[in-house]
């Protein structure tokens, strides 16, 4: 086995366990009328789209199709990439595997 290959991997899924960590940290914040912090910063969409991309195809293999125009604005980074996460998850689960994403 490649180690570097490997090792991407491993860092991939610590990144979606976290986020998966914050996700049910941020719904409990909202059970209990709690506001969620978002840290804005300016970031284009893009980027965020290209990592959470990066780290499904190496989780599911080359199934994604990504078209997208520059985007910048003030978003959560972290936030978006966990929304992103949960569309792509879905996409996985629920699409036709002979398909692209």
Not at 12 to 27: G, S
Not at 28 to 33: D, M, R
Not at 63 to 68: A, D, E, N, Q, S
Request: aromatic letters at 4%; one cysteine or more; proline letters at 4%.
């Amino acid at each position: 086995s490649d180690v570097p290959e490997t090792a991407g991997k491993i860092v991939a899924n610590l990144k979606r366990m976290d986020r998966m960590i914050q996700d049910l940290l941020d719904t409990t914040l909202l059970k209990t009328g709690e506001r969620i912090k978002l840290d804005l910063e300016e970031v284009d969409m893009r980027e965020i789209l290209d990592e959470a991309i990066s780290q499904a195809t190496m989780a599911y293999g080359e199934r994604f199709k990504v078209t997208i125009v520059p985007c910048v604005g003030f978003w959560s980074k972290g936030a978006l990439h966990r929304a992103l996460d949960n569309l792509i998850g879905n996409a996985v689960k629920y699409g036709d595997p002979e398909k692209p994403i």
